[in-house]
C-alpha cells in the first residue's frame, strides 16, 4: 500500500504510522466517565470507506487525514489534518 504525500508524493507504508480513526470527537473533560471509556475503548469496525489518522514519521512528520476503504485497502483521499481542522471536523487532535 502507498499513500500520496500532500507533502511528500507518493511514498511506501512503511514511511507512516496509523494512529486511528479520525472521526470521534473527544468528550469534554467534564463529560461522564462513561463518554471517555467509550472515546477511548469502543471503536466501530466499519466496512468501506473510513477516515483515519496517519503519520508520515518517516518524511515530513505531518498528519494526514486518509479516507481508505476497509474492504478493499484503496486509499481514496489524503489530505493535511491541519486543513481538516481549519474546517471545523476536529481531526488532528
Ligand atoms: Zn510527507
Known amino acids: 500500500m502507498r499513500i500520496q504525500c500532500p507533502n511528500c508524493g507518493e511514498r511506501a507504508i512503511e514511511e507512516f504510522t496509523y494512529r486511528g ?3 470521534p470527537e473527544r468528550p ?3 463529560a461522564p ?9 469502543i471503536r466501530d469496525n466499519p466496512a468501506g470507506r ?8 518517516g518524511g515530513c512528520r505531518a498528519w494526514l487525514v486518509v479516507e481508505r476503504s ?3 485497502h484503496e486509499i481514496c483521499s489524503v489530505r493535511l489534518a491541519e486543513d481538516q481542522e481549519a474546517q471545523g471536523a476536529g481531526a488532528g487532535q
Not at 466517565?33 to 475503548?41: D, G, M, N, P, T
Open 50 to 57: 473510513h477516515l483515519e489518522h496517519w503519520h508520515h514519521a
Open 28 to 30: 469534554a473533560l467534564d
Open 70 to 72: 476497509t474492504t478493499s
Open 33 to 41: 466517565l462513561e463518554a471517555h471509556f467509550a472515546y477511548v475503548y
Open 21 to 23: 480513526a479520525a472521526a
